[in-house]
């Protein structure tokens, strides 16, 4: 399979940002599911599209959900956490990482991140733990790694839950195993921007047999498995991924790897054309594949670029980019937050990345042609310098 069987692709002259890499296959696949899956096979493509996730990331349970933000706020749930907890979570993330420890009335406390992988350092999130904290929400940034080993045995000896937000993760590894394999729960997203997408779409998945039947049972209307009688027992949510999905997601999971190796390459030409200039792109450790979802580059000091002024610039050419995340403890959404104004005075390298870092174009679409014509404007931008760009 090539780039020259993908069925769709950018129409305008702009550079995408980010987008799918979708062929005939899944065409195909979807096709036979609005044929097929219906009736006594109305569930056919879910259930094995949880199997085979399932396996693919070494969990025993896994389920098909609407979305990475629903998955997060079933685990939540499900894990027991609500008012007067606390949940630690990376400054530089999605809203929708944190947004669900809102849902259930917990209270999020930011940590900031390594200035390499941009991911939460055990440092930070040591500093902050308290007798109500119940579990540290870790986030594979960009589809690069936070210090996961390290976490997991930090989290065990603090008797602390963990999470693994693995929403622009799939396909990758830390220390040899997969993406979304640590932790008690961890969580995908499969939104068209994603490396592995199904349009909208999530999966949380487990170990766990007692929380995997929790989370069936709080995302079906509070309905005890098998009950087909209407009997809710709880009030609960209905969190469920329709079977065209279901079978666009198995056919972009059967070809993960040649996913992710588009993903590599885009971003070799870019450490190709960057690797003199005065910038960081994305950190890989030895025993890492990250995925670099998204391409990012961070500036240095040195250069007086800005997120701001590099966006711009790019803009101008017909290149689309976007923002660093800007630090959760700057939101306005956030504003009201009780762990704010600590957050902002403590989490520098989280400020520090928002200002100075954009994320290039990553689009699956995109050739070795595109990327060069980024990287002229980067370089324009950015004198070359020995700095060397790490991983
Ligand atoms: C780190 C992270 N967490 C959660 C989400 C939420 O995913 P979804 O849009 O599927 O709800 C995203 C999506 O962009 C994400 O990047």
Not at 11 to 38: D, F, H, K, L, Y
Not at 69 to 89: K, N, R, Y
Request: charged fraction near 25%; hydrophobic fraction near 45%.
């Amino acid at each position: 399979m090539t780039a020259v069987d993908a069925v769709v692709g950018p129409r305008s002259g702009t550079i995408p940002v980010a987008g799918p890499w979708i062929t005939e296959r899944e065409v195909e696949a979807v096709a036979a599911a609005a044929r097929g899956s219906w009736y006594e096979d109305a569930t056919v493509e879910s259930r094995a599209f949880e199997t085979e996730f399932a396996a693919a990331v070494s969990r025993r349970h896994a389920i098909a959900l609407p979305s990475c933000t629903s998955a997060l706020h079933l685990a939540l749930m499900a894990l027991g956490i609500g008012p007067g907890d606390e949940v630690v979570v990376p400054e530089s993330t999605w809203i929708a990482t944190a947004a669900p420890i809102d849902y259930v009335g917990a209270t999020p406390v930011f940590v900031d991140v390594e200035p390499d992988s941009w991911c939460a350092s055990i440092e930070s999130v040591s500093a902050v733990l308290t007798e109500r904290t119940k579990a540290i929400l870790l986030v594979d940034l960009y589809g690069g790694f936070p210090d996961l080993l390290a976490f997991e045995a930090l989290a065990a000896e603090r008797g602390i839950m963990l999470i693994e937000d693995a929403a622009e993760a799939a396909g990758g590894w830390h220390g040899r195993r997969a993406a979304g394999s640590f932790g008690q729960v961890s969580t995908f997203s499969f939104h068209g921007s994603k490396t592995l997408t199904t349009g909208e779409g999530g999966m949380v998945l487990c170990d766990d047999t007692a929380l995997h039947e929790r989370m069936l049972f709080l995302r079906d209307h509070g309905r005890l498995p098998g009950d087909f009688s209407f009997r809710s027992v709880e009030i609960a949510w209905k969190y469920k991924m329709s079977e065209l999905q279901a079978a666009l997601g198995r056919v972009q999971l059967a070809r993960i790897e040649e996913l992710i190796e588009k993903k590599r390459a885009i971003f070799g030409w870019y450490r190709e054309r960057l690797a003199d200039s005065s910038l960081d792109l994305n950190f890989e450790r030895a025993d890492e594949r990250a995925t670099f979802w998204m391409v990012t580059a961070v500036f240095g000091e040195e250069t007086g670029v800005t997120g701001a002024s590099a966006r711009d610039a790019l803009a101008a050419e017909g290149i689309a980019t976007r923002p660093f995340f800007p630090p959760l403890s700057s939101l306005p959404a956030f504003a009201k937050s009780p762990d704010v104004v600590r957050a902002a005075r403590e989490n520098p390298v989280s400020y520090r990345l928002a200002a100075r870092g954009i994320n290039l174009p990553s689009a699956l679409m995109l050739t070795e042609a595109d990327i060069d014509r980024v990287c002229k404007v980067i370089r324009a931008l950015v004198a070359p310098t020995a700095r060397s760009v790490r991983s």
